[in-house]
């Protein structure tokens, strides 16, 4: 069984960067999809950035533009997120996701695609 656990939210000033890890297990393979989301309040869950089975990254709308990146391991045990110039907009609950099919950048931020998920990590941004 697939477990994520993603770690380094908290209170973060607006403008700052922040960085997240996931850290995965159970994973018996590299060929896994894994993608990050965030859902803000009152708002539906959003997909950040996802990394296909053989290694192509996908930026979702929010991370282009030099605002944020990811990235991830070989054998897909750890996966990373930064976000930069962050804004109070950027507040929420950001997750980990991965799955053993393989993704296309055109699916690869659909949450439904993914079979397991992480516990979520709180963010907040303040202005």
């Known amino acids: 069984q697939v477990h994520l656990v993603e770690s380094g939210g908290g209170s973060v000033p607006a403008g700052g960067t922040l960085k997240l890890s996931c850290s995965v297990s159970g994973v018996t393979s590299s060929t896994y999809s894994m993608a990050w989301f965030r859902q803000a309040p009152g708002k539906e869950r959003e997909g950040l950035g996802g990394?296909?089975?053989?290694?192509?990254?996908?930026l979702g709308d929010s991370l282009q533009k030099g605002r944020g990146a990811i990235g991830g391991n070989d054998a897909r045990t750890s996966l990373y997120l930064q976000v930069n110039r962050l804004t109070p907009e950027d507040t929420g609950v950001y997750f980990c996701a991965a799955t053993p099919s393989r993704l296309w950048p055109w699916n690869i931020l659909q949450q439904e695609q993914y079979s397991s998920w992480g516990q979520g990590t709180q963010v907040t941004v303040s202005s």
């Open positions: 990394i296909t089975t053989d290694g192509t990254l996908t």
